[in-house]
C-alpha cells in the first residue's frame, strides 16, 4: 500500500495468456478454498490468445478478490470468470469473482475499501487479515480505470 501511495505502482504492459493467469491464481486459491468446504470453478469465455496488460498487478488484484471471498465463503462455492471483450474495437480483460458468502450491500462498499477496515467488528475476531485487501484492489482500480460490473467505477 504504502508503494502504491508513493506512486510506484505499475511497470510496462507485457503480452500474456489471462486464461493461464486465472487457471494459476485459482489453483493456488483451491487450499484455502477446500478448508472452507469451498467449491470453485473457472469460466472462461471468448479469450483467443494473449493479451496485453501488467499480469503482475491483475493477478494481485484477482488473488485479493479470491482471497476475500474465499475467507467470508463458508461450505458455498467461488467462482472465478474471464473474458476478453471488444469494446469500442478494443479487446479488454473482465474478470469476476462470484461467490455464495455473507456478502455486502453496495453502501458499504465504499468503507470496506478503505485501508485497515473490515467487514464487520464480529468478523474480526472469526477472520484474519489487516482489512488492505480490498483497499489495494480499489487502489488499483482507480489507476487503471476499472468499471465494475455493478456500475460502480472506482
Not at 34 to 49: P, Q, R
Not at 111 to 125: E, G, I
Request: glycine fraction near 10%.
Amino acid at each position: 500500500m504504502a508503494d502504491l501511495e508513493a506512486g510506484a505502482t505499475t511497470g510496462k504492459p507485457v503480452s500474456f495468456d489471462p486464461a493461464e493467469l486465472a487457471q494459476r491464481l485459482l489453483s493456488e486459491a483451491s487450499t484455502h478454498a477446500a478448508l472452507n468446504g469451498n467449491e470453485t470453478a473457472l469460466h472462461i469465455t471468448g479469450i483467443d490468445g494473449p493479451i496485453l496488460g501488467e499480469p503482475d498487478r491483475i493477478a494481485e488484484i484477482t488473488a485479493n478478490l479470491l482471497d476475500n471471498a474465499l475467507k467470508f465463503t463458508r461450505d458455498g462455492r467461488v467462482d472465478l470468470v474471464v473474458a476478453t471483450p471488444t469494446i469500442e474495437g478494443r479487446r479488454h480483460l473482465r474478470l469476476e469473482v462470484r461467490d455464495t458468502g455473507v456478502g455486502f450491500d453496495t453502501a458499504t462498499l465504499a468503507a470496506l475499501t478503505d485501508s485497515f477496515t473490515q467487514h464487520d467488528s464480529t468478523y474480526r475476531r472469526e477472520f484474519d487479515g489487516l482489512g488492505l485487501g480490498l483497499a489495494l484492489v480499489r487502489r488499483y482500480c482507480e489507476i487503471f480505470t476499472v468499471i465494475l460490473p455493478t456500475g460502480h467505477t472506482f
